[in-house]
């Protein structure tokens, strides 16, 4: 890292090779973490993209076009409307055809054709459906959208679903579930997973012993069919919070032994390190050693664990809810949109209802390759 | 040797009875009692059923007694081979999950053979290698295929199946077979359709074993043996292939135990989006319809198959690896 510094080939070392080399040998154990992290080029990228989907994920509202619930037939299955900048072979400002829908004699299916006459502007900060920000403060301001001139027609970027309603703004809501659902129940997981495995590397024998046999039960069952189970049996008249919050323990009550394995994993090779040893002679007291020594030296670890794990349980929250037993609607998650999806019939009718599900693959890649990243820079002293 | 399979032999047992327990709480999950739910729904739907009838199915499962007796009595019948009877469909369980356990079953296993087939070489590829064109190419396929949920992969390849070429790949038979009884045709027309679903849920797993054969083989190639048969004059991919390979491998076997479990779950998806005839449908209704005796012996099942496939996988790895076999 600090090859300037030390490297005989340039022995006339400017002074800012010296503050630079300086910086890293004192540099706290995370500094150096983010410092070999950031030269992973890819995993930045895609720490830029979560912070994107993370910023949709608290105002979703904003970035809406429409009502997530505003369902209409008259609308329904209208294919995704792409934004043009050229029309007629001139560069204009950004724009979507509007379409007609007209209902086919023979197959009484409604079918959509694009209307190249009428021009719909899109434009950014426009005015719309009124919202809450954060919950208290009244806004009408939405990040994208069509001016409220042309009041009667309306965008959908992605199409619409079964019900005519906007998959675009589904999709903006969906975000803050599936996401929100993927942090809690890591969350979960992870004060589990490091109280147990905490408690597992530290004390060893028997307690050790106990809690690693639990863990390898809970690994060989089946996680769906389990799963499955469990929220079947949650009453059908529980609110959506209520379901939210059991469906996050459900995933967290399977999902922690992985997090269990690492930490106890971690316990047990510091446990022998020279540095807790010194710690030990020098008196220091069990809690300062766990602390101020061991937990510093594998937080970078955990984080990278936990990056790792949010993703798997985004996916989980989305299985669950694609087969029905996971959120319901009327909650929206990219599972619960996906569910549309279901079968052949609906997926050849309309296509663009499996839209949410490269949004799912996307944002799972992101947080694998951010995890991965972390992992790779999690040992700033090894090399 | 023996003895090491001897000893895991007699754990299985009592893995046994911890997962019947578990199964046993799953079942009783469900506010009430599933006899007085489905009265009611019988009486719903005009039908009433008869006192010495509800009698008879209240002795069956012994609802009348503690939960620990019932539980004794499901286990006790399930031991005897009576597996129950299915509410929903009026038929005994056994008969239900027969056909669709043996189909599972397939699945699983082709699912098994395409992950080791297509992650082993590509993961050795990969590290013998490190940082070429081919090693990048596998790389960004891993963490795709590691993103992608099966049952959306599933849903890609209908769709274009049936947009591109026409062609429905949904089901194990074609029609004239579905409802054929069992003849080399139809084994040989179930084959002909199978591979695809297995390859579809062999998918995220590939992805994941190639990712650890990769790291492993990569430490094994600067080990002091690997050097040592190079300075001998081995060819560099039998040298490969013979050494560093077998100890890179072994945690692909040793980890079987509760890949088996997530096949088994992933497989249940992808059945249920591609409407095939395994036990993952059944449990799915099962669940949604509250037939919890069935469900919890499907649950059940697949704890077994765990079981079954965890044993397996100890004996290969015995086989593999001589330090496990004295150990």
Same mark, same amino acid.
């Given at each position: 890292?600090?090859?300037?510094?030390?490297?005989?080939?340039?022995t006339?070392?400017?002074?800012?090779?010296?503050?630079?080399?300086?910086?890293?040998?004192?540099?706290?154990?995370?500094k150096?973490?983010?410092?070999r992290?950031?030269?992973?080029?890819?995993?930045?990228?895609?720490?830029?993209?979560?912070?994107?989907?993370?910023?949709?994920?608290?105002?979703?509202?904003?970035?809406?076009?429409?009502?997530?619930?505003?369902?209409?037939?008259?609308?329904?299955?209208?294919?995704?409307?792409?934004?043009?900048?050229?029309?007629?072979?001139?560069?204009?400002?950004?724009?979507?055809?509007?379409?007609?829908?007209?209902?086919?004699?023979?197959?009484?299916?409604?079918?959509?054709t694009?209307?190249?006459?009428?021009?719909?502007p899109?434009?950014?900060?426009?005015?719309?459906?009124?919202?809450?920000?954060?919950?208290?403060?009244?806004?009408?301001?939405?990040?994208?959208?069509?001016?409220?001139?042309?009041?009667?027609?309306?965008?959908?970027?992605?199409?619409?679903?079964r019900?005519?309603?906007?998959?675009?703004?589904?999709?903006?809501?969906?975000?803050?579930?599936?996401?929100?659902?993927g942090?809690?129940?890591?969350?979960?997981?992870?004060?589990?997973g490091?109280?147990?495995?905490?408690?597992?590397?530290?004390?060893?024998?028997?307690?050790?012993?106990?809690i690693?046999?639990?863990?390898?039960?809970?690994?060989?069952?089946?996680?769906?069919?389990?799963?499955?189970?469990?929220?079947?049996?949650?009453?059908?008249?529980?609110?959506?919070?209520?379901?939210?919050?059991?469906?996050?323990?459900?995933?967290?009550?399977?999902?922690?032994t992985?997090?269990?394995?690492?930490?106890?994993?971690?316990?047990?090779?510091?446990?022998?390190?020279?540095?807790?040893?010194?710690?030990?002679?020098?008196?220091?007291?069990?809690m300062?050693?766990?602390?101020?020594?061991?937990?510093?030296?594998?937080?970078?670890?955990?984080?990278?664990a936990?990056?790792?794990?949010?993703?798997?349980?985004?996916?989980?929250?989305?299985?669950?809810?694609?087969?029905?037993?996971?959120?319901?609607p009327?909650?929206?998650?990219?599972?619960v949109?996906?569910?549309?999806?279901?079968?052949?019939?609906?997926?050849?009718?309309?296509?663009?209802?499996?839209?949410?599900?490269?949004?799912?693959?996307?944002?799972?890649?992101?947080?694998?390759?951010?995890?991965?990243?972390?992992?790779?820079?999690?040992?700033?002293?090894?090399? | 040797?023996?003895?090491?399979?001897?000893?895991?032999? /007699? &754990?299985?047992?009592?893995?046994? !009875? $911890?997962?019947?327990? +578990?199964?046993?709480?799953?079942? @009783?999950?469900?506010?009430? *009692?599933?006899?007085?739910?489905?009265?009611?729904?019988?009486?719903?739907?005009?039908?009433?059923?008869?006192?010495?009838?509800i009698?008879?199915l209240?002795?069956?499962?012994?609802?009348?007694?503690?939960?620990?007796v019932?539980?004794?009595?499901?286990?006790?019948?399930?031991?005897?081979?009576d597996?129950?009877?299915?509410?929903?469909?009026?038929?005994?369980?056994?008969?239900?999950?027969?056909?669709?356990?043996?189909?599972?079953?397939?699945?699983?296993?082709?699912? /098994? &053979?395409?992950?080791?087939?297509? !992650? $082993?070489?590509?993961? +050795?590829?990969?590290?013998?290698? @490190?940082?070429?064109?081919? *090693?990048?190419?596998?790389?960004?396929?891993?963490?795709?295929?590691?993103?992608?949920p099966?049952?959306?992969?599933?849903?890609?390849?209908?769709?274009?199946?049936?947009?591109?070429f026409?062609?429905?790949?949904?089901?194990?038979?074609?029609?004239?077979?579905?409802?054929?009884?069992?003849?080399?045709a139809?084994?040989?027309?179930?084959?002909?359709?199978?591979?695809?679903?297995?390859l579809?849920?062999?998918?995220?797993?590939?992805?994941?074993?190639?990712?650890?054969?990769?790291?492993?083989?990569?430490?094994?190639?600067?080990?002091?043996?690997?050097?040592?048969?190079r300075?001998?004059?081995l060819?560099?991919?039998?040298?490969?292939?013979?050494?560093?390979?077998?100890?890179?491998?072994?945690?692909?076997?040793?980890?079987?135990?509760?890949?088996?479990?997530?096949?088994?779950?992933?497989?249940?998806?992808?059945?249920?989006?591609?409407s095939?005839?395994?036990?993952?449908?059944?449990?799915?209704?099962?669940?949604?319809?509250?037939?919890?005796?069935?469900?919890?012996?499907?649950?059940?099942?697949?704890s077994?198959l765990?079981?079954?496939?965890t044993?397996?996988?100890?004996?290969?790895?015995?086989?593999?690896?001589?330090?496990?076999?004295?150990?």
């Amino acid at each position: 890292m600090s090859h300037a510094a030390t490297d005989p080939a340039t022995t006339a070392p400017s002074t800012s090779h010296d503050d630079r080399g300086n910086q890293v040998y004192v540099a706290p154990g995370w500094k150096l973490t983010w410092l070999r992290f950031k030269k992973h080029r890819l995993a930045l990228v895609f720490l830029w993209l979560i912070g994107l989907i993370t910023i949709v994920a608290t105002i979703p509202a904003f970035f809406a076009t429409m009502d997530p619930d505003d369902s209409r037939a008259a609308r329904a299955f209208r294919p995704p409307q792409v934004i043009r900048i050229v029309h007629d072979g001139t560069l204009t400002l950004p724009f979507v055809y509007a379409a007609e829908s007209a209902r086919n004699p023979r197959t009484l299916k409604l079918e959509w054709t694009v209307d190249r006459e009428t021009r719909l502007p899109v434009r950014m900060f426009v005015k719309g459906f009124e919202y809450e920000l954060f919950g208290f403060i009244p806004v009408d301001r939405h990040f994208v959208g069509i001016p409220p001139a042309y009041e009667g027609s309306t965008v959908h970027f992605l199409g619409t679903d079964r019900l005519g309603r906007d998959q675009w703004s589904r999709l903006m809501f969906g975000t803050q579930t599936s996401l929100s659902i993927g942090l809690v129940a890591v969350a979960i997981s992870t004060l589990l997973g490091i109280l147990l495995g905490g408690i597992s590397g530290y004390y060893g024998g028997l307690v050790d012993n106990v809690i690693q046999r639990i863990i390898e039960i809970l690994q060989s069952l089946p996680p769906i069919p389990i799963w499955l189970a469990l929220s079947a049996a949650l009453p059908r008249t529980w609110s959506v919070t209520t379901v939210y919050f059991a469906i996050t323990v459900i995933l967290a009550l399977l999902g922690w032994t992985r997090l269990a394995r690492e930490v106890r994993g971690r316990f047990l090779s510091l446990r022998e390190e020279d540095f807790v040893s010194a710690a030990r002679l020098v008196g220091a007291s069990k809690m300062r050693i766990i602390f101020s020594h061991m937990v510093p030296s594998f937080m970078s670890h955990i984080i990278a664990a936990v990056t790792l794990a949010i993703p798997l349980m985004i996916l989980n929250e989305t299985f669950l809810s694609f087969l029905g037993l996971g959120m319901r609607p009327p909650a929206i998650s990219w599972g619960v949109m996906l569910q549309e999806a279901q079968n052949l019939q609906s997926v050849v009718n309309a296509p663009w209802l499996m839209i949410p599900g490269l949004f799912v693959i996307l944002t799972v890649l992101a947080l694998n390759i951010i995890g991965d990243g972390l992992r790779d820079a999690a040992d700033p002293y090894a090399n | 040797m023996h003895l090491f399979i001897l000893k895991r032999l /007699l &754990i299985a047992p009592f893995l046994l !009875a $911890i997962f019947s327990v +578990i199964a046993f709480v799953l079942i @009783q999950a469900p506010p009430g *009692d599933f006899l007085t739910s489905y009265i009611a729904e019988l009486a719903q739907g005009g039908t009433s059923i008869g006192q010495e009838q509800i009698e008879a199915l209240r002795q069956q499962y012994g609802l009348d007694r503690p939960t620990y007796v019932q539980y004794f009595v499901w286990v006790g019948n399930l031991l005897q081979g009576d597996l129950g009877t299915s509410f929903e469909w009026r038929r005994s369980n056994a008969e239900l999950i027969g056909e669709r356990l043996a189909l599972t079953l397939t699945m699983t296993t082709i699912s /098994l &053979i395409f992950t080791w087939a297509i !992650a $082993i070489p590509a993961g +050795i590829i990969s590290a013998v290698r @490190q940082y070429s064109g081919i *090693d990048y190419v596998i790389t960004v396929l891993n963490y795709i295929g590691l993103a992608t949920p099966n049952f959306l992969l599933a849903l890609l390849i209908m769709w274009f199946a049936f947009d591109q070429f026409g062609v429905t790949v949904t089901g194990l038979f074609s029609p004239e077979y579905v409802a054929a009884p069992w003849s080399l045709a139809r084994v040989a027309d179930m084959m002909s359709r199978i591979w695809l679903p297995a390859l579809v849920l062999a998918v995220a797993g590939t992805a994941e074993v190639a990712r650890v054969v990769r790291a492993n083989l990569l430490d094994e190639l600067d080990r002091p043996y690997t050097e040592m048969a190079r300075a001998k004059g081995l060819p560099e991919w039998r040298l490969v292939l013979k050494y560093p390979t077998r100890v890179a491998i072994a945690p692909v076997i040793s980890t079987l135990g509760w890949y088996i479990p997530r096949l088994l779950s992933g497989g249940l998806v992808v059945s249920v989006v591609m409407s095939l005839p395994t036990i993952g449908p059944l449990l799915l209704r099962s669940l949604i319809g509250q037939d919890m005796y069935l469900a919890g012996t499907i649950i059940l099942l697949y704890s077994v198959l765990t079981i079954v496939g965890t044993l397996l996988s100890d004996i290969l790895l015995a086989l593999l690896d001589p330090r496990i076999r004295t150990a």
